[in-house]
């Protein structure tokens, strides 16, 4: 038996929206007139329900403006102390494992940032602030430990060099990839479909030509995000089922409970009181 709308539990694994129609509803409103007064609201709105992303972004501004302002030297030194190499992860694991996810190396990450403001912030907008963050953090820290475990077995084995142990990585697109990962299981039908498979052609296909560990660390991740959402929608799936079998028991068999107490009734005015004998 599948729960009703009505018997459901609020989870937002089991809340799943068609594409096609959001997109239409989507274009409806900017079809409506006086669209410049409704964009600022409504970008207050979305930014405001996804606190954690918006932080987030806010956050990797500031460490790239404080990257601008040191020296070149400087600059390589503090992003190789926050790198999840596997120096580092061997001594100070926890401190790299957080750190690392702060830091972006290069130029101005507009894309980073601009991801995290659109697609993480529905992300957030859909699970909630504490299960995107446990989310982000699962593929990040997993992706990380994987990834290090892969680096330390082939330097072993003579199959990379030892220098890969000192290779720079920070950034955030390990967390990205598992939260894009799981954002599939917001959708139903086909576009689920299109969009786990396009995912997955994409980060196999990065590994496969021309792979980094890095490329490897996004397929991960990317695992990682799939594993997550199956196992919290299953789970959520199996306790409505439970709950509607539940209530579907409880409704087809409304007659209390009797406590064994018997209730003789009262006799009518004049009728004769029953024999205590026999």
Do not use: K
């Amino acid at each position: 038996m599948v729960a009703s709308p009505s018997s459901r539990l609020e989870t937002p694994w089991t809340q799943t929206v068609d594409l096609v129609a959001e997109l239409r509803a989507a274009w409806a409103w900017l079809r409506r007139p006086r669209l410049w007064r409704r964009v600022l609201p409504a970008i207050r709105a979305h930014l405001s329900a996804a606190p954690a992303s918006t932080a987030y972004a806010f956050t990797l501004f500031v460490t790239w403006w404080t990257l601008r302002g040191l020296g070149d030297s400087t600059e390589h030194r503090l992003i190789l102390s926050a790198s999840t190499n596997l120096i580092n992860m061997r001594h100070n694991p926890v401190q790299v494992l957080v750190a690392s996810a702060f830091w972006t190396d290069g130029g101005f990450p507009w894309t980073t940032i601009g991801c995290f403001l659109i697609v993480m912030a529905a992300a957030e907008r859909w699970l909630g602030t504490s299960r995107w963050i446990l989310l982000f953090a699962a593929g990040h820290i997993g992706a990380t430990l994987l990834t290090v475990t892969g680096i330390s077995h082939a330097i072993d084995h003579g199959l990379i060099p030892y220098r890969v142990a000192h290779a720079t990585d920070v950034g955030t697109s390990y967390g990205f990839s598992a939260v894009l990962a799981a954002m599939a299981f917001r959708f139903r039908g086909l576009t689920r479909l299109v969009w786990a498979g396009t995912l997955i052609a994409v980060m196999v296909a990065a590994a496969c030509t021309g792979p980094t560990f890095t490329d490897y660390g996004h397929l991960c991740a990317t695992l990682i995000g799939f594993v997550v959402a199956i196992m919290a929608t299953t789970f959520w799936r199996w306790i409505d089922r439970t709950t509607a079998r539940r209530r579907a028991r409880e409704s087809a068999d409304p007659t209390p409970a009797t406590t064994g107490t018997t209730v003789i009734a009262e006799a009518p005015a004049g009728a004769a009181a029953p024999s205590a004998s026999g």
